[in-house]
């Protein structure tokens, strides 16, 4: 039986929301255990939703303020805790399972006997977690209860696709949030190495993970990624392209946290949303693709590019199905006659504004969704 200290944990990470639920179950009390000291468990669950200094922490908790910063640090260190310094101050807010704790595991690539022993316990958690859709009498699909409905990431279009003299919004162009970021960091792709470490390797590169921002400089710091120039974070993306990674980021328009450069076969944004009843209404960007039916010559190369399946050959025609785009752009990249083209989307819901907003509307879709 696990020590009331975990129940309490799992509780604090269930009111910040993420994309995944803390349910309690073996599976998760296992694995907090294997991430937490009780006395980190302890802390952690007491700590309050809005990012706080050590020494208001201790006061609020009635702690010693030296002891409660080491346990901070130590839970900063090991992924489970985010820190940032603002105005000369240190501040520390617990992080969500996912995305967040998951992640800080595996950016690193580390290849070891505790690696795998984490790798094993997630995908344990996954597996329970892992349940069909709930129908209503009608047969129609519907959120399982407890996750949220607000998209905790969405895509970006391959920036080069998109036509001249269309005029989108600066949250459509990754140039822009590399060309402000003060920090860029890049690591391993951890959804790619938890799978290698539980025997689904990828041959897509794994060392395209990148981070903006404080988190950039958090995740840097903390030795889990490395800093980049712009100019490389740029060849980083391009490589990401060519290999057929989609680019997906935090669904916020101000300020992105991370880009990842996903793949259908381990991604868990690209398989969640790939699995969707709607994958269009998942996760996606501002454009759709339209195809020339006079400029198709039937080769089929954006049908083996496309993760979505929103592709199919009828005939010598290629054929988009307009539920699955998600507006990636990189079937483009590969059609030899020009035929596909990417078109705004009608009605794309606006990204939140930043951290605080989107935290806001996804515990506020989880809530609606209990």
């Not at 279009?157 to 402000?180: F, L, M, N, Q, W």
Request: aromatic share 8%; net charge negative.
């Amino acid at each position: 039986m696990a020590e009331p200290v975990y129940e309490k944990l799992i509780g604090a990470l269930n009111l910040r929301g993420g994309a995944l639920p803390a349910i309690k179950c073996k599976e998760l009390f296992a694995l907090m255990e294997e991430l937490f000291t009780p006395d980190e468990a302890e802390l952690a669950a007491k700590m309050p939703l809005d990012p706080i200094p050590a020494e208001d922490f201790a006061m609020e908790i009635a702690g010693a303020p030296k002891e409660v910063e080491r346990i901070l640090e130590t839970m900063a260190n090991k992924g489970l805790v985010f820190t940032h310094e603002k105005g000369g101050v240190r501040f520390y807010n617990l992080m969500v399972l996912l995305p967040g704790i998951f992640e800080m595991q595996f950016l690193k690539g580390e290849v070891n006997d505790r690696a795998r022993k984490l790798a094993r316990l997630f995908e344990d958690y996954f597996n329970k977690l892992s349940v069909p859709s709930a129908t209503t009498p009608k047969g129609e699909a519907t959120a399982p209860t407890g996750i949220a409905l607000f998209p905790f990431a969405r895509v970006i279009t391959v920036e080069r696709e998109i036509p001249a003299g269309i005029e989108i919004h600066p949250y459509d162009r990754v140039s822009d949030y590399i060309a402000k970021a003060n920090h860029i960091a890049v690591g391993i792709c951890y959804c790619r190495h938890h799978g290698e470490l539980v025997g689904r390797p990828c041959d897509k590169p794994k060392d395209v993970c990148m981070a903006f921002g404080p988190a950039a400089k958090y995740v840097s710091e903390r030795g889990f990624a490395r800093l980049v120039s712009k100019e490389e974070a740029l060849q980083i993306l391009d490589r990401a392209e060519k290999a057929g990674l989609i680019h997906c980021s935090s669904n916020t328009s101000k300020y992105i946290d991370f880009m990842c450069n996903c793949c259908d076969c381990h991604c868990g944004i690209i398989q969640s949303v790939k699995t969707a009843a709607f994958p269009s209404m998942a996760a996606f960007s501002s454009f759709i693709l339209s195809v020339n039916e006079e400029d198709c010559m039937g080769c089929g190369d954006c049908v083996e590019r496309c993760q979505m399946d929103a592709l199919t050959m009828e005939g010598d025609l290629v054929v988009r199905d307009i539920e699955r785009c998600i507006g990636c752009g990189l079937c483009i990249s590969v059609c030899p006659t020009e035929a596909l083209r990417l078109e705004l989307r009608e009605e794309a819901p606006l990204p939140a504004l930043d951290r605080r907003e989107f935290n806001e509307a996804l515990i506020s879709s989880l809530q609606r969704n209990r």
